[in-house]
């Protein structure tokens, strides 16, 4: 009953096997292998245009290296105030990019608002020499919250944000997990809607550790090698990380897993609603919210179940988190069960 997060789960059999049938011979290192190549290519084939990919083993590295290469030093960058990568990367934003300025915007379900990016903006103090220059607006898909945004809001964000010269990036660590609900392309929810760059993860859907930084125009990668080579994140056994990337997209593989995932997260709401566990958000992607008494929590604990015990301050006006209870995350996976849900209901009084 491990609900603590997707990436708790092994990897997916056919993203080991492609690793097993890389592990033979030899390969030119540092990308310029033929399995690097082939995910290039295919990344142009998926997006429906040239675009520009670098793989980092990481989510935060992924993060860290587009965010330093779109802002400059002395920008700022918009997000969700509980967006990972103001909460969860440990200032790696703000290290890469050299003293960037994290900014924190409201939004319930941990999405940015198109009122609090308008009323951000429209700030007097922006600009040199005493004050951080708007850069960057990133937003999480799926977010936090397991919410999605729709193609029109990322497509309203994007426009208020380039009106202003603000490149728009999106943390796409459960970026299939969206895709998959939203029955749109990976275009449509991405550069069709006015996004710049995506952080392409892989690692949460089902790899063993592979993620990558796409650029919707490749003028904007412009020095992103060096980027990527001078913060440690250029994996020399490159081809390693493509054959994961080659795996999880051949065949769609990656929105079978997302499916699967997505669907368990499905029952477990409706199982959890059924006992009057309701979540306190909409369940859109891969993660389940609910608020559970203490004594509920212990029993769980105590029959062997994993998951979060979480905060956050864009609840609905309607929930509340009393004394005595908690707010919990429950992640489903590519491997999550039917019979993992069910005995986790029955340990939580169902």
Request: net charge neutral.
């Amino acid at each position: 009953m491990n609900f603590a997060s997707d990436n708790a789960a092994g990897v997916a059999p056919p993203i080991l096997e492609a690793l097993q049938r890389a592990n033979t011979g030899f390969a030119i290192g540092y990308g310029n292998d033929d399995a690097t190549h082939r995910v290039e290519k295919k990344f142009s084939e998926l997006f429906e245009r040239e675009v520009s990919v670098f793989l980092v083993p990481t989510g935060t590295g992924a993060n860290a290296l587009a965010l330093a290469q779109a802002s400059p030093p002395w920008g700022a960058v918009f997000c969700h105030s509980e967006a990972h990568i103001a909460r969860d990367e440990c200032g790696a934003p703000e290290f890469f990019g050299a003293g960037l300025k994290l900014v924190g915007l409201s939004g319930e379900g941990c999405k940015v608002s198109i009122d609090a990016l308008e009323q951000a903006l429209d700030r007097v103090a922006w600009g040199g020499p005493h004050h951080v220059t708007p850069a960057v607006l990133s937003l999480t898909q799926a977010t936090e919250a397991g919410t999605i945004y729709q193609r029109e809001e990322i497509a309203e964000l994007s426009a208020c944000a380039r009106s202003r010269g603000v490149v728009v990036h999106m943390d796409g660590a459960r970026f299939a997990n969206a895709v998959q609900r939203l029955g749109i392309s990976a275009a449509e929810a991405t550069w069709k809607a006015g996004v710049d760059v995506l952080s392409f993860g892989a690692t949460k859907g089902g790899a063993m550790a592979a993620e990558a930084v796409v650029y919707f125009d490749p003028k904007r990668a412009a020095g992103m090698s060096e980027r990527r080579k001078r913060g440690g994140h250029l994996v020399s056994k490159h081809r390693f990380l493509a054959v994961q990337i080659e795996a999880f997209l051949a065949n769609n593989l990656w929105l079978t897993l997302a499916r699967h995932a997505n669907r368990m997260a499905d029952r477990l709401a409706e199982r959890l609603s059924s006992i009057g566990l309701r979540p306190v958000w909409p369940v859109e992607a891969n993660l389940v919210f609910v608020v559970i008494p203490q004594a509920v929590h212990e029993k769980l604990q105590a029959g062997g179940a994993r998951y979060y015990v979480m905060q956050s301050q864009s609840l609905p006006n309607t929930v509340h988190v009393a004394a005595g209870s908690m707010l919990v995350r429950l992640v489903t996976s590519f491997s999550t069960t039917e019979t993992d849900i069910d005995r986790f209901v029955v340990n939580a009084g169902g």
